[in-house]
């Protein structure tokens, strides 16, 4: 059973930073892409960043690129998104998911397995 533990989500002021990480189990997380999603208040999810099985490739949603920053460690099973210059839009739940194959994509349709997510809020 695949298993995906979000955590380093907080209260922060605007222009702080936080890291995010995501834990994975009962899949091969090397083989997968992952992703981070974030659903605001009455808003629909929506995709923020995805990396690429080997960690090579990204990509990032407009409003986080050169902000928010994804990795992965292979050898933890753990992927992470770290969020500098935090704005009060910025504020949501936060949620990692794995793909379905290697490749890095936005569609949320192609992600197979979500964890639970984790609260960013952001204060001005």
């Known amino acids: 059973q695949v298993q995906l533990v979000e955590s380093g989500g907080g209260l922060v002021q605007a222009g702080d930073s936080l890291r995010l990480s995501c834990a994975a189990s009962g899949r091969t997380f090397s083989n997968y892409a992952m992703g981070w999603f974030r659903q605001a208040p009455g808003k629909e999810r929506e995709f923020v960043a995805t990396i690429g099985s080997s960690g090579r490739f990204t990509y990032y949603a407009g409003s986080v690129k050169g902000r928010f920053t994804i990795s992965r460690d292979n050898a933890k099973n753990t992927v992470y998104l770290q969020m500098n210059g935090l704005k009060p839009e910025d504020t949501a739940v936060y949620y990692c998911?794995?793909?379905?194959?290697?490749?890095?994509?936005?569609?949320?349709?192609?992600?197979?397995?979500w964890g639970q997510g984790t609260q960013v809020t952001v204060s001005s």
């Open positions: 998911a794995i793909k379905n194959t290697r490749w890095p994509g936005q569609g949320q349709d192609d992600y197979d397995y």
